[in-house]
């Protein structure tokens, strides 16, 4: 079998890769690139030189040729890898007439356990989205924002101190809202500097959260380590790092409890299974990051199936046009389910695990038609003063 051509798809807010074979069979993958997709897009175009003629099974060498033979990477390069790595899998699954996530190694689990995405623009819609989130049957609940998901135009004012009190002040009430039995993933947005992610870590501690997710900014593994090992508090981070290698640089500082790796830019499911060997190596779990279309959500699923250290996975709405979108309140109507044949079965808080060959999902035929591309726009949220805030 050999490989005839790889095309790019671009709809709504995604990139995907479609890989095709002289055996008919086709493989489909996505990037994770978010914000740099059109240049994700152009790599996958650029790999395709290489890939054409090639054997789609030799998937291992596929990933160290396309990892190592340009010396320079980045997000838009390793979510072009992600994704052609994803379809190459894909394209295995179906050619052995069998699940990848059996490829992958076997079923560790019968379902995966999920997080939602409660987003809220004030404190009582972030408490309302909480209760509707229980409602609707989730044992966790992510992305929960302390600092509220509010427009970035708008300039955020608080001082430290209002901060520090309102952030404690949301978490409480949600706790109240939803009970001790659901567990509360928080979104902290590389907004603090590292004593004040440990002052915060404090005054949160009393509601159990599950972790808090990039507390400060994750470039400096160092500062990382040092608010990890002063806080009670799990930390969760990764999703902005590529390479296992970077993985073991973050892991060996004990920087985080949780590994947010992105199957999407970290290389795809061949990349992912290295960062899990790690992070087991060090006793740590993975909630991999997936902000991304149901495509990456049922691949997502495939890979924590097949891998133990798996502790929790984030689930982007189906029903909504883009996380981006969810979390906004944009007002677009368009839906992420439509955009393909299926979606995985979501059940009492867990995902269910596709028995089809290969990932089990395909994108509609008139996909781009239907769902025209929307590149994220470069917007940064401003400070009242007019310096840069993370959110």
């Given at each position: ?70 010396h320079f990477r980045g997000a838009a390069v390793m979510g072009a890898m992600s994704a052609i790595d994803i379809a190459l899998w894909d394209i295995a699954g179906k050619y052995y007439h069998t699940p990848v996530y059996r490829l992958l190694g ?80 928080l979104e902290l947005h590389r907004r603090l500097e590292p004593g004040l992610a440990v002052q915060l870590s404090a005054r949160l501690e009393p509601y159990n959260p599950m972790f808090l997710e990039d507390p400060i900014r994750p470039d400096n ?117 439509d955009m393909v044949d299926r979606i995985c079965e979501f059940r009492d808080g867990y995902l269910l695990v596709p028995e089809e060959d290969g990932l089990g999902i395909d994108v509609i035929p008139d996909l781009e038609e239907r769902f025209p ?19």
């Open positions: 079998m050999k490989i005839t051509d790889v095309k790019v798809l671009r709809a709504n807010r995604s990139v995907f890769c479609r890989i095709f074979t002289d055996e008919g069979i086709t493989g489909l993958g996505e990037s994770g690139a978010w914000g740099f997709l059109e240049a994700s897009a152009q790599a996958m175009l650029t790999m395709k030189e290489y890939l054409v003629g090639q054997n789609p099974l030799d998937i291992e060498h596929h990933w160290q040729y396309l990892y190592r033979f340009s076997g079923r560790c689990r019968d379902r995966v356990r999920v997080y939602n995405h409660t987003a809220g623009r004030t404190e009582d819609e972030l408490v309302e989205n909480a209760v509707r989130g229980v409602e609707e049957g989730y044992k966790a609940l992510g992305h929960l924002n302390p600092y509220l998901d509010e427009p970035r135009t708008q300039p955020y004012a608080d001082s430290t101190t209002a901060m520090l009190y309102k952030a404690e002040q949301r978490i409480a009430r949600v706790r109240e809202a939803v009970g001790t039995e659901v567990d509360l993933c593994f160092d500062e990382m380590g040092l608010v990890a090992s002063r806080c009670r508090v799990p930390i969760a981070t990764g999703e902005r790092i590529n390479t296992v290698h970077e993985f073991e640089m973050l892991l060996e500082r004990n920087a985080c409890s949780y590994v947010r790796a992105s199957l999407g830019v970290c290389g795809g499911f061949t990349g992912a299974k290295k960062i899990a060997a790690v992070a087991e190596a060090h006793h740590k779990s993975l909630v991999p990051h997936n902000p991304l279309s149901p495509v990456m959500t049922t691949a997502v699923v495939h890979f924590a199936a097949a891998v133990d250290n798996i502790a929790i996975t984030e689930y982007p709405n189906p029903y909504a046009a883009s996380t981006a979108d969810h979390l906004t309140g944009s007002g677009v109507k368009l839906r992420q389910c591309f929307r590149p994220h726009k470069i917007m940064t949220r401003l400070n009242a003063d007019g310096s840069i805030c993370d959110q």
